[in-house]
C-alpha cells in the first residue's frame, strides 16, 4: 500500500471516530446543570420530580443543595450561585427577594403544594400524647426545631404560642433541631416523647412512629415557594422546571410525598396518613388507593425498607 494510500485510510479512520464521539456526546453538546436550593423536608418529592423532568430533558442535570431553610441566605449570598430556591417557608423565600436575588416569584401563584403539620410520637405513642396541650404535661420530653434554622422551628413557635402553652413546652424541651429530619430521627429513636413535623416527613418513618393529627385551629397550612434566582446560569431551563413543579402533573407528586394541594381535602389527607402509618406496620392490610388512599408509593416504599 502506497503511503498516500495510508495517509488517506488513517484520515477516514479519523473522521470516523472524530464523528462517532460527537455523536455519543449529543453532538457536543454541553450538559446544563442546574443548582437547585431546597429545604430537606423536600427531598423525596423533589428527588422524583427532578427525575422525571431529566428524562424529558436529558440535556439538564439538577443537583440539589439540601439543608435546613435558616442556612440559604448566607450560603447564596456568599456564593452568588444557583438557579432555583424552594425554602420550606415563605419567610425565607422574601428575605431573599429584599436583597433582590429572585429574578421572578408570584405569591399568587408560585406556591407547590402545603406543607401540613403533625405530632408525631415513637411506636406505641407511650406517653399518650393525644394533643398540642399534652406537649406542656410535666415530664414529656419535646423535640423542637430551631426557628433560626429551619421553617418547622417557626411554626412551632406560632402553634405554641397560639395555644398558651409556648413557655410551657420550652421548659419540656430536650432538642433544638437544625432541620426537621433530626426530629423525625429522634423520634424513630426514641429519644423524644413529641414533636411536630411536616406530614411529608412523618412519612419517612411510618413503620417507627405514631401519627397523630393535630386540632384544626392549630393546624396551619404553610405554602411551599419555588422562584428563579436572578443570576441563574440557565434562566429558561430553571423556568421550565418550576413550571413543570407548578403544573398539576408535578403537584400530584408532591400529594402522593404527603403534601397538601387541596386545603379543603385536608381532613382526608389526614385520615389517609394514619391508615398509612398503620398499613406499614400491619403486612395483613392490603395496599391500595381504597386503604392507604394517596399514599400507596409511600407506604410500600415503608413496608421495603429494613428496621
Excluded at 405513642?125 to 404535661?137: E, G, L, T
Aim: aromatic share 10%; proline share 5%.
Amino acid at each position: 500500500m502506497s503511503q498516500t494510500k495510508r495517509s488517506s485510510k488513517f484520515i477516514i479512520i479519523l473522521f470516523v471516530v472524530g464523528f462517532l464521539s460527537l455523536t455519543l456526546t449529543g453532538c457536543g453538546r454541553k450538559e446544563k446543570r442546574l443548582l437547585f436550593h431546597a429545604g430537606a423536608g423536600q427531598r423525596s418529592s423533589l428527588d422524583e420530580i427532578a427525575q422525571v423532568f431529566q428524562q424529558r430533558h436529558p440535556d439538564v442535570k439538577v443537583d440539589f443543595s439540601y439543608k435546613g431553610s435558616g442556612y440559604f441566605l448566607a450560603d447564596v449570598t456568599l456564593s452568588q450561585e444557583g438557579d432555583l430556591y424552594m425554602p420550606g417557608e415563605e419567610f425565607y423565600l422574601l428575605q431573599a427577594a429584599d436583597r433582590e436575588f429572585i429574578a421572578d416569584y408570584d405569591p399568587k401563584t408560585d406556591i407547590a403544594a402545603c406543607f401540613v403539620p403533625v405530632i408525631i410520637t415513637p411506636e406505641g405513642n407511650p406517653q399518650n400524647v393525644r394533643s398540642v396541650f399534652d406537649f406542656a404535661k410535666p415530664g414529656i420530653r419535646v423535640g423542637l426545631g430551631d426557628p433560626k434554622a429551619c421553617a418547622i422551628g417557626i411554626w412551632h413557635e406560632k402553634i405554641f404560642q397560639k395555644a398558651g402553652i409556648l413557655e410551657k413546652v420550652r421548659k419540656n424541651t430536650t432538642m433544638d433541631a437544625k432541620c426537621i429530619p433530626e426530629l423525625g430521627n429522634a423520634c424513630q429513636l426514641k429519644a423524644i416523647d413529641a414533636t411536630i413535623v411536616w406530614a411529608t416527613t412523618a412519612v419517612l418513618y411510618l413503620k417507627d412512629i405514631e401519627i397523630i393529627p393535630m386540632e384544626p385551629e392549630y393546624r396551619e397550612l404553610v405554602g411551599l415557594p419555588v422562584a428563579v434566582l436572578r443570576f441563574s446560569q440557565y434562566p429558561d431551563e430553571a423556568k421550565k422546571l418550576k413550571e413543570f413543579i407548578l403544573s398539576d402533573e408535578g403537584k400530584d407528586i408532591f400529594h402522593s410525598h404527603a403534601y397538601c394541594i387541596d386545603p379543603t381535602k385536608t381532613d382526608e389527607d389526614m385520615k389517609w396518613l394514619v391508615e398509612a402509618c398503620k398499613a406499614s406496620k400491619d403486612t395483613s392490610i392490603s395496599v391500595s388507593e381504597q386503604t392507604v388512599g394517596h399514599l400507596v408509593k409511600e407506604v410500600k416504599r415503608s413496608r421495603e425498607t429494613r428496621r
